[in-house]
């Protein structure tokens, strides 16, 4: 396949930029009681209009948004004007996802360079949802937690919201312009607005001016997180553990969070599925420490030079991370698995400029006969609708000796198309020992593209078709694969979505080809919906038939169930694989939970208590082993105490 330029791109005039919001310090307070009051706000920058986050239409219907600040805390109130039969509001804890409920959402970054942001959402019953730059484990007095009330009312729904600046990101206290955006979910139409249409390029997010930072206090406490649990099994072996997570805020805007023999014993592991693969697949990672500021740790794309999962034990482990300065930001970690492993991971990047953006990582494993180091250094370009890449990675290592991979390529991205079309070169010597790069040994030419669009076809709300075609060659010459793919997808007006997919191509001797369809209904309720999706395919030779069901249903507003079933026959081999999850509120701080997996003819189910998710002590007791391949009769129980340690 030749390497085909795409030419420069002009910056686009559709893009609905706004003019900066002036940042308003208020006298006098408003009340937190979801009641918009006549004059209550008259203090604050008020604006409204909003525009559809992907093609930048003008919504149909109406919001308005209100935002000032004090010593304090950071103000927001909304109201949205919209049939209110039609409000989903499902979620009415604190610190949730919000995700398929009406919301509004405040992005902030303080530091005004669009290098990243924190986010705050508030739905109609005043539930909210925080997501800050970086992420962050789940425990309240770590995430922060800020006070929302909403209310129904004839014409849509309002909110008014109190954001204490100790939650947010930190920025040097003084003047500065900040950067924001204000999103608004709306259920009826199954679509994001958004204030200011940038087509996803924080930098183009309006500026909040003139914002005067207060020196944030507290910022000097060590943070800690002590645990202990007990637990017995059948055999009545008895076991117990201590641990601490600790974490305390630097100067210049970065964190310092480290743990001492973590509890990775009771958290629950992702479960893979049973999709074919001709290489190695890792799970998501489940556990708190690697979560905290996981944003700041890149260290690859497609292949990672750290991934956490290859150190399944720690017994301690540190890092520092955060933004260095309006355009820098940085990550360093080290882990120890005492006498056996030491991992640390080095990440840094700099945006030099709104389309000029470099970073570097650097990786090294510390064990006896596997010592292994990894660096790579990264730049992109971007112009227009176009960007241009470099993605250079290196690797030594004690048994594989030195290996690299170079990509290149252009991106471009619209309101419909997007494309992009890239080389890559591994050599075969290339290993990140605790990284992820399953291939290595070619050279290859990819192309993927897709094109989408709204409300262009009857009863059609969104839909898209894509295509992705490549060739790849080892480096003595021989060959390796070739591979095309085309898919769609169409999202109905009347709540189904619906898609298909075919894949042909060669890998070595084997001649494979692949055809799938999906449904999902209705694809805009994550708590009540019906997915279905089958594959006919042949794999190295042979035939292979894939099924997956799955099911979200709300039984109450307090119990949750979900239900996902596989089942797979390759060349006569069947395998299954389900997992049952039952979720119960039995008020906003506390729950039961129960998950089963079966696969084939093992089964393993666990059952926990837990009372968490506000400030103060947490307390957890668990049935089962959540990883076992089968049921452990085992009974432990854990507690959480956070502390405060000042210097």
């Not at 840094?348 to 990582?361: D, F, G, K, M, N």
Request: hydrophobic share 35%.
């Amino acid at each position: 396949m030749p390497f085909l330029p795409i030419a420069p791109v002009a910056p686009v005039n559709d893009l609905q930029l706004r003019e900066p919001l002036p940042a308003v310090v208020v006298s006098s307070p408003p009340t937190i009681d979801g009641e918009i009051g006549e004059g209550e706000w008259q203090e604050s920058a008020r604006r409204e209009g909003f525009y559809d986050r992907d093609t930048g239409l003008p919504s149909d219907e109406r919001a308005e948004f209100w935002l000032c600040y004090d010593g304090k805390n950071i103000y927001f109130a909304g109201r949205v004007y919209t049939d209110p039969k039609k409000l989903v509001a499902e979620e009415y804890r604190q610190n949730v996802s919000l995700g398929g409920n009406d919301q509004m959402r405040l992005s902030l970054d303080l530091l005004g360079q669009g290098t990243g942001g924190d986010e705050f959402g508030i739905n109609p019953r005043g539930a909210t949802e925080i997501e800050l730059n970086g992420g962050r484990a789940a425990k309240t007095e770590w995430v922060g937690e800020f006070e929302a009330q909403a209310k129904r009312t004839e014409t849509g729904w309002q909110f008014e919201a109190r954001i204490p600046w100790q939650i947010v990101s930190p920025a040097p206290a003084g003047l500065r312009d900040a950067r924001f955006d204000v999103e608004w979910f709306r259920s009826n139409k199954s679509n994001t607005y958004s204030y200011a249409y940038t087509r996803d390029d924080r930098t183009r997010n309006p500026q909040w001016a003139g914002v005067n930072v207060p020196k944030i206090e507290g910022n000097d406490q060590f943070l800690l997180l002590p645990y202990a649990f007990v637990g017995v099994r059948e055999d009545e072996k008895f076991e117990s553990q201590v641990g601490l997570d600790f974490k305390r805020q630097l100067p210049g805007g970065l964190s310092l969070v480290g743990t001492i023999n973590p509890d990775d014993v009771n958290i629950e592991n992702d479960i893979l599925s049973l999709d074919f693969s001709y290489f190695e697949r890792l799970a998501g990672e489940t556990r708190p420490f690697f979560q905290e500021g996981q944003n700041y740790f890149r260290t690859g794309f497609e292949a990672q030079l750290f991934a956490s999962q290859r150190t399944s034990n720690i017994d301690t482990g540190i890092k520092i991370y955060g933004d260095v300065d309006a355009t820098t930001r940085m990550g360093a970690l080290a882990v120890t698995d005492f006498g056996d492993q030491v991992a640390s991971v080095f990440s840094l990047s700099r945006r030099w400029s709104p389309q000029l953006v470099t970073s570097l990582a650097y990786v090294r494993n510390d064990q006896t006969g596997r010592y292994n180091e990894a660096g790579q250094l990264n730049s992109s370009y971007t112009l227009g609708d176009t960007t241009y890449y470099l993605l250079t990675q290196f690797t030594d290592d004690e048994q594989q000796r030195s290996g690299s991979r170079i990509s290149s390529g252009v991106i471009m991205d619209t309101a419909k198309w997007y494309a992009d079309l890239e080389y890559t070169e591994v050599t075969p010597n290339f290993f990140p020992r605790i990284g992820f790069a399953p291939e290595r040994d070619f050279r290859r030419v990819g192309l993927f593209t897709r094109y989408g669009e709204q409300l262009t076809i009857p009863g059609v709300l969104e839909w898209g078709v894509g295509l992705n075609l490549s060739s790849s060659h080892r480096f003595n010459g021989a060959f390796y694969r070739d591979d095309v793919g085309a898919s769609a997808d169409f999202s109905l007006l009347n709540g189904l979505g619906f898609s298909l997919g075919y894949s042909a191509g060669r890998f070595e001797q084997f001649h494979d080809r692949s055809f799938s369809i999906g449904a999902t209904y209705p694809y805009n309720d994550p708590y009540r919906l019906v997915r279905a999706e089958i594959a006919w395919s042949r794999f190295q030779d042979r035939e292979r038939r894939d099924l997956e069901l799955g099911l979200q249903y709300r039984v109450t507003p307090f119990t949750q169930l979900s239900l996902s079933n596989e089942f797979v026959e390759f060349d006569g081999d069947a395998e299954t694989q389900m997992v049952l999850v039952a979720t119960h509120d039995l008020g906003k701080f506390e729950g039961v939970s129960f998950r089963l997996v079966r696969r084939n003819d093992d089964y393993n189910w666990n059952a926990s208590y837990r009372l968490s998710g506000r400030r103060g002590t947490e307390m957890f007791l668990i049935v089962g082993d959540p990883n076992s391949r089968t049921f452990t009769n085992r009974l432990a129980f854990k507690i959480v105490t956070p502390m405060t340690l000042g210097f």
